[in-house]
């Protein structure tokens, strides 16, 4: 499957998806000015994705900052994330940064998916 | 040219450490943000407190490029709007002001006071409730962004709709993050 490879900018952020490796994911910063059509080919990518995962799947989301419309679509990457087996989600956050450790707590109350959390 | 001492004067009796009048777009939202976060990094702030600051901007800024009504009046056609952050000893206050059609008005105050009448844990319920049943608006907004500001602040938003015509008001809005940590 091909590799998904979105580099960051200073209001998007870098999104790798790559099957083959194992690699899934996004981080950094997202404040698109169109959230929905940002993200557009992650969904599309999972979508495919789901239909022959890899056994297990860790998902990883490194984010620094993002705005009220990405934390929709966030939303939306997660409950497309949810029906895949094996599937867990990598929420890191900067050690003293309680807003992101907060808004992935309030993710992981919204979907039917195991959180890990990690500081970095 | 005494204005220019006057804008100067009010500008350092209100704390302003940035003003920004004109056009908002995902470019001049951009640059504003880069100058107001070199800004406080170079004041040496609290990287937490940088990171409320900045979230409140950056929904007050999207606010504005989605949200604030084109004014039309006669031959004039104006997108202005204004943009203003002041550091306090104790607080930040980022503050807005854009034109908004009468029309418009009831139903934004109404959304305000309802915000207003929450505490930290309604405000946390209303998230979670606008984040799960929304779709992202053909404006490209989630309807989420003042509960965030509100959270985001811990206090309540202060707001006002002056009348600049007869068929606008102009939205000022004013969110204060406090610099001392809970």
Not at chain 2, 94 to 100: E, F, K, L, T, V
Not at chain 2, 106 to 121: R, V
Request: net charge negative; glycine share 6%.
């Amino acid at each position: 499957m091909e590799i998904l490879n979105l580099e960051g900018a200073e209001d998007t952020p870098k999104i790798i998806l790559d099957q083959k490796n194992g690699i899934f994911e996004i981080s950094g910063r997202s404040l698109p000015e169109d959230s929905a059509e940002f993200y557009r080919p992650v969904l599309e990518w999972i979508a495919k994705y789901g239909a022959s995962p890899n056994p297990s799947t860790e998902f990883v989301f490194k984010l620094e900052y993002f705005n009220t419309a990405s934390s929709k679509l966030i939303l939306d990457v997660l409950s497309s994330l949810e029906d895949i087996k094996g599937m867990k989600i990598m929420w890191y956050f900067h050690e003293d940064d309680e807003d992101m450790e907060e808004a992935g707590q309030e993710f992981s109350e919204l979907v039917e998916i195991p959180f890990e959390f990690k500081t970095y | 040219m005494n204005f220019i001492y006057d804008l100067h004067r009010t500008m350092m009796s209100q704390k302003l450490i940035l003003v920004y009048q004109g056009d908002f777009t995902q470019e001049t939202t951009k640059s504003i943000l880069a100058m107001a976060e070199r800004n406080i990094d170079s004041s040496g702030e609290d990287a937490s407190i940088k990171r409320k600051v900045f979230n409140v901007m950056v929904e007050s800024l999207q606010n504005i490029v989605k949200h604030s009504d084109e004014l039309v009046d006669g031959e004039i056609h104006s997108h202005a709007a204004i943009f203003l952050i002041g550091r306090e000893n104790n607080r930040y206050t980022i503050m807005s002001g854009n034109p908004i059609r009468k029309s418009n008005v009831k139903g934004l105050d109404e959304k305000l006071q309802h915000i207003n009448s929450l505490d930290k844990d309604g405000l946390k319920d209303l998230y979670k409730e606008i984040i799960k049943n929304t779709t992202i608006s053909e404006k490209g907004g989630a309807g989420l962004g003042f509960v965030d500001m509100a959270r985001k602040s811990g206090g309540k938003l202060e707001f006002e709709f002056p009348e600049m015509s007869a068929d606008y008001c102009f939205f000022c809005l004013k969110v204060n993050v406090p610099r001392e940590l809970e």
